[in-house]
């Protein structure tokens, strides 16, 4: 059945206006029928919808959009065209409306993808069997370096991002945001443990050599959809992070949030982890030597960035709880979250 207005409204889109908008292009015909929210842990609104046949994934920010909203989404939509034909396992772009009057904001639409967020919940195949868990993990390996391996001006990418200073500029980029946190009423100090002597560590440590590429930039199990039956990724979604930096921060990434040990929770708490059987962290690095020529002796330099800057993104979210401008539960998880990423930095440099 239709989704009438005043659920449309509740949802955060006009689904009338984004009728006329797709008929004005010809994408399909008649209601939007089977609506429903997507979840997952981002802010940014995401409906599932079908129309003549087709399901249809839309994608905008906030109901309340921040400064950088609007710019992210088109920044999602260059990147998905430029993947299209690419290896990499991604959403497929449709079309996309850069007329904030449409909406409200920017937004795209994708095809559905043919998939499941192993974060929430596991297919009956995959809970079933440790050995396509493990094979899973390994999965997620596969699809980064498929995205690593891409030049980003083969595929219309020049400019994207800034990779030069790159790496040098990152320490002190997330050192000021932390600091701009205690700017917030209810956050009156840091409260993230060794922010200084990782900053330094991190600072006396970084590579001196490595090869631009494109970053994902939140590249973690709520990010990937896998297959219900096969343990591989469908798809990587969630793309805002997106630029042209070191793809080993991607893979850092990923380390930062893993499990220390089988059958230990990750940092995501996901149902994964929970299950068991996903291949070590240094099965992980083993399996990306395996299919990339990047120089992986710096692993644990780049793991070490990615627990400092995601730790000091989720604090973020504490201190705008603390000062009433995001939901405290959610505020006191991330905090948890946080503290958990630097303690066991903390405990690598010791």
């Known amino acids: 059945m239709p989704t009438d207005t005043t659920d449309s409204e509740l949802m955060g889109v006009d689904l009338p206006a984004l009728r006329d908008w797709m008929d004005a292009r010809g994408l399909g015909a008649g209601d939007l029928t089977e609506v429903s929210p997507i979840g997952g842990g981002t802010q940014n609104i995401m409906l599932a919808f079908e129309r003549a046949g087709t399901r249809y994934v839309l994608r905008r920010g906030p109901k309340h959009l921040r400064p950088q909203s609007n710019r992210m989404m088109l920044r999602e939509m260059t990147l998905l065209r430029a993947l299209a034909g690419t290896a990499v396992p991604h959403p497929s772009f449709i079309a996309g409306c850069e007329d904030t009057d449409v909406l409200g904001a920017v937004f795209y639409l994708m095809h559905a993808v043919d998939g499941y967020n192993a974060a929430e919940s596991l297919s009956p195949a995959h809970a079933a069997d440790p050995d396509t868990r493990r094979r899973m993990g390994l999965a997620m390996v596969d699809a980064l370096t498929e995205l690593g391996r891409i030049d980003p001006a083969a595929i219309g990418l020049t400019g994207f991002g800034r990779p030069e200073g790159f790496l040098e500029r990152q320490v002190g980029r997330w050192t000021s945001e932390l600091e701009s946190y205690t700017l917030l009423p209810g956050y009156p100090t840091v409260l993230l443990p060794g922010v200084d002597r990782i900053a330094s560590w991190l ?38 992070m997106a630029t042209v930096g070191d793809p080993l921060l991607d893979l850092g990434w990923l380390l930062a949030i893993w499990p220390e040990a089988d059958g230990e929770p990750d940092l995501l708490e996901s149902r994964l ?40 993104i989720l604090e973020g979210t504490y201190a705008r709880a603390c000062s009433g401008q995001a939901p405290r539960p959610v505020g006191d998880r991330l905090h948890r979250y946080a503290l958990h990423l630097f303690e066991r930095t903390l405990r690598f440099l010791d």
């Not at 440590?205 to 591989?232: C, E, K, Q």
Request: proline share 5%.
């Open 273 to 312: 982890a929970d299950a068991g059987g996903l291949p070590t962290r240094a099965e992980l690095v083993q399996r990306c030597a395996e299919n990339t020529d990047r120089d992986l002796a710096a692993v644990d330099w780049y793991t070490a960035l990615a627990a400092f800057k995601l730790g000091i």
């Open 203 to 240: 600072d006396d440590n970084r590579p001196r050599l490595w090869t631009p590429g494109i970053l994902h930039g939140d590249y973690h199990i709520s990010n990937v959809m896998f297959d219900r039956i096969a343990p591989t990724v469908n798809a990587i979604v969630d793309w805002e």
